[in-house]
Each structure stands twice: as structure tokens, then as C-alpha cells.
């Protein structure tokens, strides 16, 4: 390169980057980019390497932060190649039809570098077709020394001799003949001269061609310039021959690289710039390998002009007769990856051999946990693109414990539509390592195939969940002698609700704002319902609510009911325990009278109406008479005037100053009204009546009611009992007495609807009475009790040991119970057993702790559901639903008495729970 007219050095011929905006074709996120507008060759060669070998889409790949989908983008890309002063303009195969428009962009980033001066190669580059035209152009100057070496003088054009055909490309690039051929064609016998038409010697740079035409390029690439075959050839370095010598697909042998670049250097070499059609690999480039001698190049002078007519018309702006076949280079600024190519995969493959019946697995890559699926185009499209969320369950089955990955795609009022469930196996490497991985991150990356198993969409998707993987894996390691493919059959069985149908409102802000009484008790009803053990398993479990949400939300709503100074449930109380609220029940208690007494004294917001304010005063003072706790005297007169208000607000009769005019009116619609109360209870012993009757009563809300309509309970069929007793749980407390009477009935029904109705309102005085029952039940009642009791809580330790001290628990029942309160009771279960004086509560609640983790409640979440399962379980009753019996006169049993208290505020050591 002459040090007199350097190179052009301005940004426009640098190695940059043109930002851009990319709209994803999965999740329609958009998000930024950049394509290669410029490639400095003697900077990047690397990156000229990596364009030759590969193309587009290994410079310019750009993928979406949010789901990974990848996007190419193909625009025109100038080379500037500075130690050889050129410059190239390449344009995808299919955006030859934007030359001009190319090349404006070309020249209008020359002119936004005024200071640089501008040569003239870089104002007109070489226009060059697609990326196998750019190989063309490069390889043809860049011969290995092997197969040709340049002589002493330009090499001719040669003519074809007489009745033969010119080259298949009459604008082929120039290959220099090695000198033993220079030699051999002067040296050859006379008599072959006639065979060969004379030599030809090529015209200067400045005289006309001998046929009087022009030797430029069609219309189309007017632009590009010949170099001067007489000018001294440029300097070139090592790394850009290597590198258009691997792409063109041969390498150069070892120690002929700088004889190939000293070749190149020659000043007789020469030079023709590439032409657009770009040959074929079998032709010229193995001619440039030395796999053949070239085929002799026509004369300009005798080239005939129907091979640059065929020139012309392939670079004119002609529509050709048939489209060309889809390329690498697309004429969309962004493609979908896994159309450019095999040579480019979009994603992973799909592995057959791992994939189960329903063509699911999940694999660990490096610290990615992928859910594979193998899906039909239109299933996998509504997964890749419809509101979908991903869960993580714990189900418990008769045949074990089963964790996995569940993603649901929902509809618009929140029901299931679809759902695809991936069981994670812990005792698998794999199974194990994803556990682990989503105990840290739960991010899962979701990854579709199609039936051909190819690869069809992939999305990532996150949720807080990490603690809920964390716990169940404590469950998982409690479980031994699990069957996990007989368990995932029960749960892929048709008609299995996977996902669960009832749902919940709850949300990671759920009750942050709570501001007065009211808010806080119904809060508190709320959570009492939820923190049951299986619908509690139910919300974290299969509804995978985040376990974190949920401790949060209870503590905030147990600080608001301690704030209020509102009355709980056991369970609830103990809980505030254990969060720290307060040291003990008894504290607690007292701090709830303390704070309710300024609500009642309206120093803290109330809301609540005088009967609520009796209420929640009576429950409180029964709570301090239980715990043996002196109420002070001050608390005890706010309580003593809240109990009046109530009075009188009850027995309140409003005047009504009624106009004569409307006294008509007035009876007319006494006569049309409800019936009373007395009429309802009438109509409890009519059979087509009562049902309808307890139901208006039950809504009513009198406590005067109860006993009429246990009774007409007695008599219900199965069909009625299933409709009415989940209304009697409303009024739970004030019919507790007549529902533990009802388990010593002869009718199954009755019985277990009394049962699963007092473990549903935790009645802890029913636990004795419930044991005592299930010792002597049938096989499919037992259980069906068993899991009334254990909803009570760990409340029923006490009553427990006093069943087995008395009636022993030669087959386990106990034990099973006691097990079915869970991994959370543990420590109470450990402390009971410490406490135990007779070895036969020993080895009870020792085969209790083993069985942790073995059992389940395997319950509906929905009490209708529940108590039709408990139906189901239990057969048929013994006697007909108006069979009268004297319930009275059934011995409970020395254990059966109502008035039995628990106490386990002693069980729980510290630090357990």
C-alpha cells in the first residue's frame, strides 16, 4: 500500500454495529438489538471469518431476554478490506432489488465523517451478491501457492478454439497459470498451432475493448470498478487469507501461506473484480485448489456478446421466470431461527428415549431445569402464547407421595382448559437435581416439541415457590415404599381434578390493610377456614399458592386479631404462639381482653355491630375460664355493659307510625310474608316439608331452632342430609352438643355427617367420643372418622392417650390418626410421647412419628364432596331414615364425657413445633 494515499480510516469503514428494535415473534415483547452495518477486515478477522464460514445468522443473531427466542437479522453489510484499498457492498441474495438504496446508505455514513478524506474505492465498493459472492470475490484473490503461482507477466485471456464452447461464465475471476504450464504452452510442437487460435493480448486500462464495447458490469452494479491489472498489487495479511481460505472450504498448507500473500503481491498479477453469479464449488474453486487446470477464459475482444447479454439479464430488474429457493439470506429484517437452517437449531432436540407415554420428561442443563413436552402444533401454540401459569404440586395418593410441575392454560374466568403434569422423581439424578435447583430458583424453562419432534416454541416461566419445594421435599424424604408410577397413574387418570376446582382469592398483598375490627374478624374467618390441614394442603399443594404468601398473609392477620383483641380459633391461638405474637395462650389472652376493651370503649376502631361485641366478650371470657385465668374487674364491667347493649338491641321493637291509608297494605303483605318461626318448626316434621323449613330456619340464626332441627336430622335421607348439613356448619358451636349425640346413631349417614361436621368446627370435646367410635367401625367408616378427628388438630393428643390407656389400639387406628396430623405435629407428637406413663401410649405414638409422611387425607377440599366420598366409603345404613331411636340412652363409654377438656400447652418443647 502506498504510504502517500492511505487507506480510509473513518467510521464508516470501521467495524460497527447499527441499533435496532426487534418485536419477538413467541412473546411479543420488544426489545433492543444491534446488526453488523460495517466490517473493518483487518480489525474483525475473526468476524469475517466467522460471516464467510456461516453467514447471517452467526453475526447477526439476536435473542429475547424474556422467553430466548432467536431472531436474525440480514441486512446489507459493507467490508472494508483497508490494506488491499477496497471495499465491498454485500447484499443479501434476496435485497438485490435495494442496491441503490444500499448504496445511499453507504455514501450518506461517509459523509457523517467530514474530516476523514474520502478515496474513491470507498465512494464506489464492489457490489457483491450474498455471502457465497463475497467467498467468490475474496478466494479468487487469494490462491494457494500450491495451486498457482503467479509468472512475470499478465496472463491472457485465451480464446476457445474452433468449434468449442466458451466457459460456462465468461466473467469468471482470472486464474493465473503456474509457470511449468506458461512453459509447456510456448514449447508445444508446431503442428498444434492450427488447433489453437493465436493469443490474444489484453487491452489497456484506457483503450477499448476490440469488439468496441465496454467490459463494465450489467446496469444493475454500474457502480463497480475493475482494478487496474497494471497497478501495484496491495499488501495483504496472513489472518484474512486464512480466513477466506477456510471458508471457502480448503486450507492452505503449512508454510505456503506467505507464498500464497507474496504471490498475491506480484505486479503482474491480474486483478478482475468477482462477478455476481457465483460459480459452483466443483468448477472454479477446484480449479483454484489445483484439483484441475482452469478452463481457459475468453478473450474480451472475442467474447461473444450473448454471454454479457446472459450477464445483464441475471443482474437486470427483471422478474425471473421462477422464484429462487429460499437462502440463508431472508429478505425480512427478522426471521425465525429455525428457518434459516439445519446448521442453526433453535432449540434443543427431543429425546425419545426419556419421554413417557404422554411424551413428557424433565431434564437438568447445567443449572436450568427444562420441561420438556411433545405436543400438536395447535396444543403447543396455545401453551406458547395463551395465559398460562406454572405450578409446583405435592399430591398425596394411596400409593405415595408424587411432587411435579403442572402448567395450566386457563380461560377467562379462571377455569382449567388444559394442563400438562411433569412428576419429578426424587430418587432420580435428575428428579433429585431439579429439586434442588427450584428449592434456590423456581424458574423453569418450558421447552414444546412437535410430533415429528422437531422443535416448535420454548417459554420461561418464574414463580416464588422456592419454599414450597423446600417443604415438600421434606415430605418426600418421610415417604418410603412409594409406588411413584402407580401414584402418577391415579393422577393422569381421565377425570382426576389435577388442578383443582376450588378456588381462592388470595394474592401476596391479601389483608396488608386492615382498619378496624370488622376487616380483622372477618380476616380471621377467613384464614380459620384456609388453615385447616387439607384445605391448607389443598391451597399450597395443588393450588401451589407461594408458601411465603401464606405465612405472611397469616401473620398479618393474626397481629390485626391480637391488635382487635378478637377471639380464635385452637389452632389459630396456637399459632400465634408459634409466630411470637405471644409467649403462651395465656398472654395471648389476656392481651386480646386488654385490646378489645378499648375497642369496646371505641379507643380502636370497631365496626363491629353490639351482638358482635357480646359475642366475641363471651367467647373470650369461656376461653379464661377454660385456661383457669382471673379476669380483671374493669374488663369484667366493660363486658358486663356490652352484654346489656346486646340485650337490648335483641329485644328492640321498633314503633312504626303507620298512615290509615296504609293499613291495608300492611296486612295484605303480613299475609303474603315468610312463615314464622313456629310455622317452620311445624313443618319439620312433614317429610316433604322439612328440609325446606330447617334451611330457612338455619338462615335465620336462632339458637332456639337447633333442637327441632337436629331432630328432624334424625330423620333425613342421605340425599337430605347431604344438602343440609353444610348449612349447619354456619351455626357450628351452637349444635356441637346434638352433633356429637349423633355419632352414637345406628344409621352410617347420620353418624358420619355429625363426625366430619365437628371436625370442621374443630370441636375439641368431640375428639374422646369420635376415637371411642372409630375402634369399633367398620373398615370403610374408620378411616373416613379417622380423618374427621385428625382435622381437630393436635388437640387430640390428650384424648388420644386417655382412648388408648382405656380401650388399647390393637390395629393401629389410633396410630393412624395421630399420623394423618402431618410433618407439623412432630414436635407435639414427640412431647406427648415423652409425656406418656403407659408403654402401650408409647408404642402408639411411636407408630404415629413413623407413619408421618405415609398417610394423607387424600380428601376433596369441598365439604359436600367430602361428606358424599364419606357416603360412598362407608355402604349402606343399617335401619331406614325414619327410624326412631333414643339416642339418649347409648353408653359413650367412660371417655365419652362432653365436659372433657384438652390441654397441650405443656406438649411443645421450645424450638419445636
Sequence with gaps: MSTDSPAFAGRAGQTRRQPT?????????????????????????????????????????????????????????????????????????????????????????????????????????????????????????????????????????????????????A????????????????????????????????????????????????????????????????????????????????TLPPGDAEDAIESLRSDDVARVAAPPSVPAQGDLLSAVLGAGAPPPLQSPAEAATGEWADIDEAWSLAAP??????????????????????????????????????????????????????????????????????????????HGPVAGLLLVHEDAQGDAVDALFWPLDAGSPDGAAALRLLASVFAVDVVFHSVDGGFHGRRTLRAPLEANVVSAQARLAE????????????????????????????????????????????????????????????????????EVWFDALTRRVLAAGLHFGLAMDPHLRQRCVELSLAAHPAQLLQQCMANFAEVNLNLRPSGLDPLDIWENWEALLTLAEELDLPVDVDIEDVAAQAMERARAVAHEVEDIDLDDD????????????????????????????????????????????????????????????????????????SFEASLIVGLRSRRVSLRLSCALALGEIRSERAAAPMLLRLLSAGEGEWRVLARAVARIGRRILTPAARVVVERGDADGRVAHTLALLGAEARGALSAARAQAQDPRVDACFEQALAAIGKVGFGDPADFTERLLDGFAAAGEDDVPPDYEEDLASVDLGPSGSLEADVDLDDLDRPGQS
Design 21 to 169: 428494535t426487534v418485536l419477538c415473534g413467541a412473546c411479543d415483547r420488544r426489545f433492543g438489538g444491534a446488526w453488523l452495518a460495517s466490517l473493518d477486515a483487518d480489525a474483525s478477522p475473526q468476524l469475517l471469518a466467522a460471516l464467510l464460514a456461516d453467514g447471517f445468522a452467526t453475526i447477526n443473531t439476536l435473542t429475547c431476554p424474556q422467553c430466548g427466542w432467536q431472531h436474525v437479522a440480514v441486512e446489507p453489510l459493507v467490508v472494508h478490506i483497508p490494506h488491499e484499498r477496497r471495499a465491498l457492498l454485500v447484499l443479501p441474495g434476496a435485497q438485490r432489488h435495494r442496491v441503490s438504496q444500499a448504496l445511499l446508505a453507504h455514501l450518506a455514513a461517509l459523509g457523517e465523517d467530514p474530516a476523514e478524506g474520502v478515496p474513491a474505492y470507498m465512494e464506489r465498493p464492489e457490489i457483491v451478491s450474498g455471502v457465497e459472492g463475497m467467498r467468490a470475490v475474496l478466494s479468487a484473490s487469494m490462491a494457494p501457492a500450491s495451486a498457482a503461482r503467479p509468472s512475470s507477466k499478465p496472463v491472457p485471456f485465451v480464446a476457445p478454439a474452433d468449434g468449442e464452447a466458451g466457459p460456462a461464465n
Design 321 to 398: 421466470d421462477a422464484p429462487p429457493p429460499p437462502s440463508d439470506d431472508e429478505a425480512t429484517h427478522v426471521v425465525r431461527v429455525d428457518e434459516v437452517g439445519d446448521r442453526h437449531p433453535a432449540g434443543p432436540s427431543f429425546d425419545a428415549d426419556r419421554a413417557d407415554a404422554r411424551g413428557l420428561y424433565v431434564e437438568v442443563d447445567g443449572d436450568a431445569v427444562r420441561a420438556v413436552a411433545q405436543l400438536v402444533a395447535d396444543r403447543a401454540a396455545r401453551f406458547e402464547t395463551a395465559p398460562a401459569s406454572l405450578r409446583f404440586q405435592l399430591h398425596q395418593t394411596a
Design 662 to 733: 296504609l293499613s291495608v297494605e300492611v296486612e295484605e303483605v303480613a299475609e303474603l310474608g315468610e312463615p314464622d318461626d313456629q310455622e317452620l318448626v311445624r313443618q319439620l316434621s312433614l317429610p316433604g316439608r322439612r328440609l325446606e323449613a330447617a334451611t330457612m330456619l338455619l338462615q335465620r340464626g336462632q339458637a332456639a331452632s337447633v333442637g327441632p332441627i337436629f331432630n328432624a336430622m334424625t330423620r333425613m335421607t342421605r340425599d337430605e342430609l347431604l344438602r343440609l348439613v353444610p348449612s349447619v356448619l354456619a351455626m357450628g358451636p
Design 479 to 546: 415417604a418410603v415404599d412409594a409406588d411413584l408410577d402407580a401414584a402418577v397413574a391415579v393422577l393422569t387418570a381421565p377425570g382426576y381434578d389435577l388442578a383443582g376446582r376450588l378456588r381462592h382469592n388470595f394474592a401476596e398483598d391479601s389483608f396488608e390493610a386492615i382498619t378496624d375490627a370488622a376487616e380483622a374478624r372477618l380476616a380471621l374467618g377467613i384464614l380459620s377456614y384456609w388453615s385447616a390441614p387439607e384445605r391448607r394442603d389443598y391451597l399450597l399443594r395443588v393450588r401451589s399458592f407461594p
Design 171 to 250: 466473467d469468471a475471476a482470472l486464474v493465473a497459470a503456474t509457470p511449468s504450464e506458461a512453459v509447456s504452452a510456448e514449447a508445444a510442437p508446431a503442428e498444434a498451432a492450427p488447433a489453437e487460435p493465436a493469443r490474444a493480448e489484453p487491452p489497456a486500462a484506457d483503450e477499448p475493448s476490440a469488439s468496441g464495447e465496454d467490459q463494465g458490469l450489467a446496469p444493475g452494479v454500474g457502480d463497480t470498478v475493475r482494478p487496474d491489472p497494471s497497478s501495484p498489487a496491495p499488501e495483504h495479511d496472513a489472518p484474512l487469507a486464512e480466513a477466506a481460505a477456510a471458508a471457502s472450504g480448503w
